[in-house]
């Protein structure tokens, strides 16, 4: 079993930062991937950005040259940095682990709110 803690989100005025982090523990073999989803009201949850094992990273569209996520492999943690925030970041956060063999895992949901 592997649980994932998170941090940091909160309330931010628009262009603002916040800084995720989302530390894993448990049993764990071999860690793949870690990533950050998000969820806004009466949407799906969509992927924000992820980082495999080997370093390769991933971002949605809309975040990109916005958001950076990062890895520390010693510690199994992940971190999120937001700047230039908008509005529409809005959304509750869900960090994500794959393990190998392959599972998944979801934190608790760290919710972040971007006012105007």
């Known amino acids: 079993q592997v649980q994932l803690v998170e941090s940091g989100g909160g309330l931010v005025q628009a262009g603002g930062s916040l800084r995720l982090s989302c530390a894993a523990s448990g049993s764990i073999l071999r860690l793949s991937r870690m990533g950050w989803y998000r969820q806004a009201p009466g949407k799906q949850r969509e992927l924000v950005a992820a980082a495999s094992s080997g370093g390769i990273t991933n971002y949605a569209d809309s975040v990109k040259g916005r958001f950076t996520i990062s890895k520390d492999n010693a510690k199994n943690t992940v971190y999120l940095q937001m700047n230039s925030l908008k509005p529409e970041d809005t959304a509750v956060y869900y960090c994500?682990?794959?393990?190998?063999?392959?599972?998944?895992?979801w934190g608790q949901g760290t919710q972040v709110t971007v006012s105007s």
């Open positions: 994500n682990c794959v393990v190998i063999p392959y599972r998944e895992y």
